[in-house]
T-cell receptor
């Protein structure tokens, strides 16, 4: 596609429910990142995928969070048993290679846990 | 540490210059970036600078890097109301792939 696409754009869920957030990166981009942006905060790194290498999950805040990237393209971030503190905007980005090249961001999924 | 710090707010009058500042802590930074986030949108790369440079100019944007003081700034000349947004500085470091972002500076341009 022309840009990084994320869905849904908004999600309201009840505390304790599971949610899945989807990211379609730019075609051909091998690196994919998930970040979380809480109100008034910077961007918190969550997880990184690069090609077929094992993902770096060091930023995931708890074992309720997981992510996968199927076929080196689409990625899904799953949050189990959501809590109110999970409310944030979840941003996905992709780049041609990792690190020192431009990362293109999607518009994010705004998650609200009530 | 991984801290990248920015002041939270900046307000300027239309037509004036804006200067947004950023400090970082890691001396192994390789690239430093400025991203812009408009309301309800993702982040858009404005410009970036390699760590062995001290200045980069791109139209109305001037990036200054003081590597000794670990200080990065973004100057926007002739600021317009359309420049109102949140500006994030970010860095990447040698041997890693994570973009480390600052907290963002909310720029408000007054007509």
């Amino acid at each position: 596609g022309a840009g990084v696409s994320q869905s849904p754009s908004n999600k309201v869920t009840e505390k304790g429910k599971d949610v899945e957030l989807r990211c379609d990166p730019i075609s051909g981009h091998t690196a994919l990142y998930w970040y979380r942006q809480s109100l008034g905060q910077g961007l918190e790194f969550l997880i990184y995928f690069q090609g077929n290498s094992a993902p770096d999950k060091s930023g995931l805040p708890s074992d309720r969070f997981s992510a996968e990237r199927t076929g080196g393209s689409v990625s899904t971030l799953t949050i189990q048993r959501t809590q109110q503190e999970d409310s944030a905007v979840y941003l996905c980005a992709s780049s041609l290679v990792h690190g020192n090249t431009e990362a293109f961001f999607g518009q994010g999924t705004r998650l609200t846990v009530v | 540490g991984e801290d990248v710090e920015q002041s939270l707010f900046l307000s300027v009058r239309e037509g004036d210059s804006s200067v947004i500042n950023c400090t970082y802590t890691d001396s192994s930074s390789t690239y430093l970036y400025w991203y812009k986030q408009e309301p309800g949108a993702g982040l858009q790369l404005l410009t970036y600078i390699f760590s062995n440079m001290d200045m980069k100019q791109d139209q109305r944007l001037t990036v200054l890097l003081n590597k000794k003081d670990k200080h990065l700034s973004l100057r926007i000349a002739d600021t317009q109301t359309g420049d109102s947004a949140i500006y994030f500085c970010a860095e990447t470091r040698q041997g890693t792939y994570k973009y480390i972002f600052g907290t963002g500076t909310r720029l408000k341009v007054l007509a």
